[in-house]
């Protein structure tokens, strides 16, 4: 009988604690309005997965106006909700507010909201913040670089995507691949293929798919066929992935300096590889054998 009681009892609390998720997410309309610090936090961490950030600023606000005492957690958790839904407005006004009532900042607030405004499109404003960190005294790690050197791949700031891996390798950080595929990107979209090949050649560094695509496109922009291609059989060496964009990128390449076998042979490992060939590919190759006059 205590067996059968105890085991009744623990699912009537696992059934009370699944009342406050719904089948569209977490939801707090039956849980009560101002939970404790640490299940104010779990509830927070939900609502930012479920990207909710109305929610969760509600939640966040009723805790502070039933006196419950919030820290960086909470804080960080309703920014992360914010920016995971593009609110990215209202993650800067959490950042303002933090400041307001004496909760220190941290490496994770700066990196999520730099990585919202990145995407955001107003890469420019992440930027400022990521200068801001040492006025403040916040220690910038490896995640924050990552968020920056991205925002500076979409604010087109190549040099100082560079000067970004500098600093941390002089701060002994290791960039990670999110950090140097947004550094190649960056140069690729500066038409900077000899850097951007550089960064993929980098003793350590272990480029993926995103990496090589990144310079394979620089050295399209620029015809580098070459390079290009030399690229694509790096990859295969390296028992890296090859998709359809970054062979398109280097037919293109081979279009553009007018190398028509090259491109046919590009084809071929596309169908070896099992990459089905799209509009872009044969629109490129069929300009390459044009430009070759075949």
């Known amino acids: 009988w205590q067996r059968t009681g105890t085991a009744a009892l623990r699912r009537s609390q696992r059934c009370r604690a699944a009342s406050t998720i719904g089948a569209d997410g977490p939801s707090f309309r039956q849980a009560p309005k101002s939970p404790g610090s640490k299940e104010g936090a779990w509830r927070l961490a939900l609502l930012a997965k479920a990207r909710q950030p109305d929610a969760a600023l509600a939640l966040l606000s009723s805790m502070r106006s039933s006196g419950v005492k919030v820290n960086v957690v909470h804080y960080n958790s309703t920014i992360n909700a914010c920016s995971r839904s593009t609110r990215w407005a209202s ?24 990585s919202a405004l990145a995407r955001a499109s107003v890469p420019e404003r992440g930027l400022e913040l990521f200068a801001d960190m040492d006025a403040v005294r916040v220690t910038k790690n490896i995640v924050v670089y990552g968020s920056a050197i991205s925002a500076c791949e979409k604010a087109s700031r190549w040099a100082q995507a560079l000067q970004m891996l500098a600093t941390m390798a002089m701060e002994a950080l ?69 998709d359809i964009v970054v062979y398109n990128a280097a037919i293109s390449a081979c279009e553009k300096g007018a190398q028509y076998d090259k491109a046919m042979l590009l084809m071929d490992d596309m169908r070896l590889d099992g990459v089905t060939p799209n509009v872009i590919t044969f629109s490129a190759a069929i300009s390459a054998c044009e430009k070759a006059g075949k």
């Open 174 to 242: 290791r960039a990670d691949t999110v950090a140097m595929n947004a550094a190649v990107s960056a140069c690729g979209i500066a038409e900077k293929w000899q850097t951007a090949l550089q960064l993929v050649w980098e003793i350590g560094f272990k480029a993926d798919t995103v990496s090589y695509s990144a310079a394979v496109s620089a050295c399209e922009k620029s015809g580098n066929w070459v390079h290009a291609i030399e690229l694509i059989v790096k990859m295969g060496s390296s028992q890296v992935r090859k």
């Open 91 to 114: 993650a800067l006004q959490l950042m303002s507010e933090m400041a307001d009532v004496g909760i220190a900042r941290t490496a994770v607030t700066y990196s999520t909201i730099i």
